[in-house]
């Protein structure tokens, strides 16, 4: 299974940018899909969650009303819309998926490789 992430890079406070993440490979069902961030210094914490039919969305407060996750199941993609950026939001962003490899399969989660978000003042 791989993850292939895009989308980060340099913005000032204020702006917007999208990332996306696409998993591909040996994919029976994926489950959850979730972004998560690490900024320097930092543990990895959670962004945002959707689950597999995109019926319920969670957020962590600092991005409330500021970002969206959305998912497009034909694609195996997960998304996040990052509005009105702050420098508090740069770090390094993940992507995270669960799934299973065949029906039989327990449920596994991946990390994608992570793309930089920095937001200038």
């Known amino acids: 299974v791989q993850l292939v992430e895009s989308g980060g890079g340099l913005v000032q406070a204020g702006g917007s940018l999208r990332l996306s993440c696409t998993a591909s490979g040996s994919l029976f069902s994926i489950s959850e899909m979730a972004w998560y961030r690490q900024a320097p210094g930092e543990e990895r914490g959670p962004v945002a969650s959707i689950f597999f039919d995109s019926s319920r969305t969670t957020y962590v407060d600092a991005v409330k009303g500021r970002f969206s996750i959305s998912r497009d199941n034909a694609k195996n993609t997960v998304y996040l819309d990052m509005n009105n950026l702050k420098p508090e939001d740069t770090a390094v962003y993940y992507c995270?998926?669960?799934?299973?490899?065949?029906?039989?399969?327990?449920?596994?989660?991946?990390w994608g490789q992570g793309t930089q978000v920095t937001v200038s003042s």
């Open positions: 995270n998926v669960v799934f299973r490899t065949h029906a039989s399969d327990y449920w596994r989660y991946y």
